[in-house]
Nanobody, 115 residues
């Protein structure tokens, strides 16, 4: 099992930037594909970005060109750099394995984009 702790969220104005971090436990972190997910009030949780063990990335259409997912296997950490933030990016952001593992969902980190 992998334990995950998200951090880096906060309040930011439209057009601003945030960098989220996901710290993972376990010595086998490097073999897992990982993803960032988000859930806004009244909406279903959605995949925002994914990264394979080899570093190949994919993004939801809504964030392409604005968000960048990366990983540092030596630090057991996955990052999400979010630029040009929009109010519709407001959500709780979670990281997890891909495919997601139920027991690995954590508390997430709140991102609020508002003027």
């Amino acid at each position: 099992q992998v334990q995950l702790v998200e951090s880096g969220g906060g309040l930011v104005q439209p057009g601003g930037s945030l960098r989220l971090s996901c710290a993972a436990s376990g010595s086998t972190f490097s073999i897992y594909a990982m993803g960032w997910y988000r859930q806004a009030p009244g909406k279903q949780r959605e995949l925002v970005a994914g990264i394979t063990s080899g570093g190949t990335t994919n993004y939801a259409d809504s964030v392409k060109g604005r968000f960048t997912i990366s990983r540092d296997n030596a630090k057991n950490t996955v990052y999400l750099q979010m630029n040009s933030l929009k109010p519709e990016d407001t959500a709780v952001y979670y990281c997890n394995l891909r495919p997601a593992v139920w027991d690995s969902w954590g508390q997430g980190t709140q991102v609020t984009v508002s003027s």
